[in-house]
DNA sequence: TCGTCATACCTAGACAATCTAGGTATTGGT
DNA sequence: ACCAATACCTAGATTGTCTAGGTATGACGA
């Protein structure tokens, strides 16, 4: 529905979702859709790529669980991640504070 | 000071400071820096590409102005910039309330 | 007077993030 | 028997921002 464009904050977003507990790749994308009330529906090759660079970078861990002959790979934050997931955090409502801020000179 | 990123934001950022009236394009960066309190402080790499590209797209106009020996180019909102500054506006919004709404997940 | 800083503009190319478009395989419903 | 949904993957295109270079003028202090 909308039109997205993740503005370098889709690293941010997968770490807010798995905050809440583990999740496969293919339900990070239903969370995500879910939780933005459908704003945020991501391709599957934006989100796959970016859980791989989170793994890589120690912000994730995954493991392959075999459920009903269907293959998962499933992630949960790590110490690391869940630092970096409350540093973005504050970074993310800066950033928010700067571009209001800015727009606000139009109303203020 | 802060660390940029426009994050895809930088024509909102721009039609906004121009909403306050003419501006050259020095001018526009330091007006971006102030407003921002220091938050987007940007190169002119950045910002110069990005009012061409905005002209090209008919959301601002440019002319010329000697000042002093001095020439700059004097941006101005269009008719169709006014109109783009309130839809991105209001994108932009929606896109914030989306990220809110998946960082709260964390903490309900 | 000489250098250097701030003003004021510019562009080419590098880099990074996201999306497009393809691919594989299983399960479940019609 | 077929197709949709689930579930994973990657290569390459596209786009936005930044780096790093360039030009030229005016003001200021040494």
Same mark, same amino acid.
């Not at 529905?1 to 464009?5: G, K």
């Not at 934006?46 to 861990?61: D, F, M, Q």
């Not at 459920?67 to 690391?80: D, K, M, N, Q, V």
């Not at 997931?85 to 504050?90: D, F, I």
């Given at each position: 529905? $909308? $039109?997205?464009?993740l503005? @370098? ?12 507990? =583990? ?7 239903? @969370? ?9 529906d991501? =391709?599957?090759g $934006? ?8 793994? !890589? ?5 995954s493991? %392959? ?5 269907? !293959? ?7 110490? !690391?991640g869940?630092?970096a #997931? ?5 970074q %993310?409502?800066?950033?928010? !504070? @700067?571009?209001?801020a800015? #727009?606000?000179?139009? $109303?203020p």
């Open positions: 529905m $909308t $039109t997205s464009q503005k @370098g904050n889709l690293e941010l977003l997968l770490l807010a979702v798995l905050r809440g507990g =583990p999740l496969h790749g293919y339900a990070v994308i239903a @969370g995500l859709r879910e939780r933005s009330g459908g704003s945020f991501l =391709p599957e $934006t989100i796959y790529p970016a859980l791989h660079k989170l793994e !890589r970078e120690g912000l994730v861990l493991s %392959w669980e075999d459920a009903a002959g269907r !293959r998962r790979r499933i992630y949960e934050l790590t110490p !690391r869940e630092r #997931l409350a540093h973005q955090s504050e %993310w409502h800066s950033f928010v !504070r @700067g571009v209001n800015v #727009l606000s000179v139009v $109303t």
